[in-house]
């Protein structure tokens, strides 16, 4: 692309009602894709126990791999598979491919038979369409983007790509909303025998009203221009990460935008829903609704960013969002406490755990899927601890010794569990943890937040905080990855970086940080991670990252 071409007045631009309908047709269909890829995640519990209760453990491990994989790690291929499509076969056509494998697979979910009933092929079929999910995922990003953006008039690439940064959100939102309405209109027992299916099969009314919508649409501006010059690529992979110049774009548009922008994102709506449920101990309903509050207080700004981004710049804004993440994240984690459970900030100061265990006993807790078990003493107690949401300190001891905690004078030893059944491990581990639990209660450890301390408008002030933030370097992320690729290759350009940085950069967020806070000891401790990532991509993306909004993304590439 030819670097500080300006756009101008003469730039093909859409009249204002064919920009909405622009916008609103890639934006329904995005949110659709995203609600039926949170369904998944939001009913984990009962999918597993649906469909992978009778396979033995190893191949139940296979399996959660497997899906573990689909939600995430295979997004970036889908990324490379669809935006070669897309830089081939046109923005237009891709999309709606990808929007009908995600709610074609997601229905089949809704009548897939269970374990019970067919057997082995439950789980297989599951994984299959988790798979489609993921690679029709990681192929619908960049199609809504790169095609909106497209249609942009000059001076609002930021605005109108803004929208489309909303639709994570609120398909989160509203597969948050549809699972409760349902669960509270069936009640719990129906819901977990058949109800659970509603959710899947009614999101094949939103697919066939966002196909319609979709159908009216035409082929965006710059690539329609582009094929009449004869000028579009053949090998797209080949020109995006083949070519040293575009890889290097590609490189610097994961590492000094995309990550950052993806543990930010990935902090502000997951992790802490994760901390005020996991670590402080808050009722599931009052968190989702806490967070909740949040969202809606925030999403706004996603759209303000957006737009102030086509005054001031991508880069500034994007990059001031990773910088205040990483220097600001500790002081409101630690806050969110003393907010929501200030008898744990009071525990933790006037009776000190500490663990001490042989340090070959120790190991580094890192489950990215969730299935592992460490049956170590060191690791029975830790990992407890860690999802107590306690902080404690190690103290090495005598090589060969059973792990014990220590809460004061009071000593609790753990357990060795390297050579029992995996059953008799489960009973043994259950046992000790109801004994571990009695000795923090005992010395003011609580097990639950108690609603009635919880300082409601300081709560939702610190998660709006963290919110905000997400907003900051989300809202122009679309905008800034446009403008860094020329119209050949695009599509695929634009589309691996940020599912690289989204689908493994933020996706190990939660692991990770638990594996932190476990071999640490420290509840705030797993936040090193983002806040190394963030202040990577600000170092980065301030020294290599060139702002584009006065480019000109029509311009023929060099």
Known sequence: MTEGASETVGEVAPLAKDSRLVILASSVGTVIEWYDFYLYGSLAAIITAQ?????????????????????????????????????????????????????????????LPSYAAIGIAAPIILVLMRLIQGLALGGEYGGAA????????????????????ITATAGLMISLVVILGVRTAVGEAAFLDWGWRIPFLVSILMLG????????????????????EGRGSKTPLKDSFGRWPNLKLVLIALFGLA????????????????????????????????????????????????????????????????????????PLFHALTGAVNPQLAAASA????????????????????????????????KSYLARA?????????????????????????????????????????KAWEAGAAQQLKAAGYPTKADPAQVNLPLTIAILFVLVLYVTMVYGPIAAALVEMFPTEIRYTSMSLPYHLGNGWFGGFLPPVAFAIVA????????????????????????VFVKDGRKTDINARAD
């Open 51 to 111: 469909f992978f209760s009778g396979v033995n453990e190893t191949t139940g491990f296979i399996f959660a791999l497997m899906a573990f994989a689909a939600g995430f790690a295979v997004r970036p291929f889908g990324a490379i598979v669809f935006g070669r499509l897309g830089d081939l076969w046109g923005r237009k056509n891709t999309f709606l491919v990808t929007m009908l494998l995600m709610g074609l697979s997601t229905f089949v979910v809704g009548l």
């Open 146 to 165: 790169t095609y909106v953006a497209e249609h942009a008039p000059p001076g609002k690439r930021g605005f109108y790509t803004s929208f489309i940064q």
């Open 209 to 228: 009203v966002s196909l319609i919508i979709r159908l009216k649409l035409s082929e965006s501006p710059a690539f329609k221009q582009m094929k009449a």
């Open 259 to 330: 990550a950052g922008q993806a543990v930010v994102w990935y902090t502000g709506q997951f992790y802490a829903l994760f901390f005020l449920e996991r670590v402080l101990k808050v009722d599931s309903a009052q968190a989702y609704l806490l967070t909740a509050a949040a969202l809606l207080l925030g999403t706004p700004f996603f759209v303000f960013w957006g737009w102030l981004s086509d005054k001031v710049g991508r880069k500034p804004i994007i990059l001031t969002g990773c910088l205040l993440a990483a220097l600001t994240y500790f």
């Open 350 to 381: 006037q009776s000190p755990v500490t663990v001490q265990a042989d340090p070959a006993d120790c190991s580094l807790q890192l489950d990215l899927i969730g299935k592992a078990t460490f049956t170590q003493s060191c690791d029975v107690a």
């Open 389 to 429: 949401g306690v902080s404690y300190d190690t103290v090495a001891a005598q090589a060969g010794s059973v792990a014990e905690i220590r809460i004061g004078s009071v000593a609790i030893p753990s357990f060795r569990g390297e050579t029992m059944a995996p059953a008799d491990f489960a009973v043994a581990k």
């Open 519 to 542: 071999a640490t000891g420290n509840i705030y401790y797993g936040l090193w991670y983002p806040v190394a990532i963030a202040a990577l991509t600000a170092v980065v993306g301030f």
